[in-house]
């Protein structure tokens, strides 16, 4: 599958490089080397170093809102281990390109899924090198240039089995009969924590998303919360639930954070019931 594009291709770019090293440069200088048309979108290069988590998120909050193209994504604690570098193309025409650790899979799904994805491996769409600390160089910039000038996803290697991609780096929230066990999966610059939770979730315990409240347990905290639009639907420094711009159901504190308050990290449990208030 080739990438359709009019006039200059879009690639895009995401990584935990920083700005004070020369990788981001290195990198797009690779790109512009074999796509000289192209134009680069910075997604954020301050993703914390390692955190695959955050880098899930933020690509699959921005993707849905950038122009068709390539994404390339490059959160890569195991680069020159085992895992597979990979191509994958969406539903909706994007191809999307980095480590097969679970990086892309979620931003995938905001594009109508994943519909076919390559080992990246033949090299002549490759940076020949004997480093293998810095793929993000020779193996990841390459195989997005060479897919934005129109190289087709299946022409850089061998088909990957969709089921054997690694999902999303968090799990699924596990619903009971009257309560979700749902986790903490984002904490932003506000301390506003974001839980693996959306409607759906609320729709199972038969909550109105628009009103009422609802029985939040975690730690030794039990709390009966209003379910908000707006962070102003509560007094200052008080707490609400709330839907942000993603549908990530969030706890938040009116302009202060949430996370300092009830000593919450991601990969904290939160436990959701309906309120009887």
């Known amino acids: 599958m080739a990438v359709a594009h009019e006039h200059r291709p879009t690639i895009t770019f995401l990584s935990d490089f920083g700005l004070v090293d020369e990788w981001v440069a290195v990198c797009k200088g690779v790109m512009l080397g074999i796509a000289q048309d192209a134009r680069i979108i910075d997604i954020s290069h301050e993703i914390p170093p390692f955190d695959v988590n955050k880098g899930a998120l933020v690509l699959a909050d921005a993707l849905p809102y950038l122009p068709k193209g390539v994404h390339l994504a490059v959160v890569d604690p195991g680069v020159g281990t085992s895992r597979r570098p990979v191509a994958l193309a969406t539903g909706d025409g994007n191809v999307l390109v980095g480590p097969d650790n679970g990086l892309m899979t979620y931003a995938a799904a905001a594009l109508e899924g994943v519909t076919a994805a390559v080992e990246i491996a033949d090299e002549k769409y490759l940076r020949r090198t004997e480093c293998q600390t810095f793929h993000g160089r020779d193996i990841f910039a390459p195989a997005a240039a060479h897919l934005a000038t129109g190289v087709a996803l299946a022409d850089l290697g ?7 991609l690694v999902g999303p780096p968090w799990p699924e929230p596990r619903a009971e009969d009257h309560f979700v066990v749902c ?11 974001r839980l693996n939770a959306g409607p759906e979730q609320l729709a199972q315990l038969g909550v109105d998303t628009r009103a009422g409240t609802l029985d939040v347990a975690f730690g030794h905290h039990e709390l009966a919360l209003p379910l908000g639009c707006t962070f102003g639907d ?4 008080k707490p609400v639930l709330l839907f942000d711009s993603s549908g990530l159901l969030c706890l938040a504190l009116n302009q202060a954070s949430a996370a300092a308050e009830y000593d919450l990290a991601v990969g904290d449990n939160v436990t959701l019931r309906k309120g009887w208030s």
């Open 234 to 237: 509560v007094a200052l420094g």
């Open 158 to 164: 061998p088909p990957v089995d969709l089921e054997a």
């Open 183 to 193: 986790e903490v999966i984002d904490i932003d610059r506000f301390g506003t924590l």
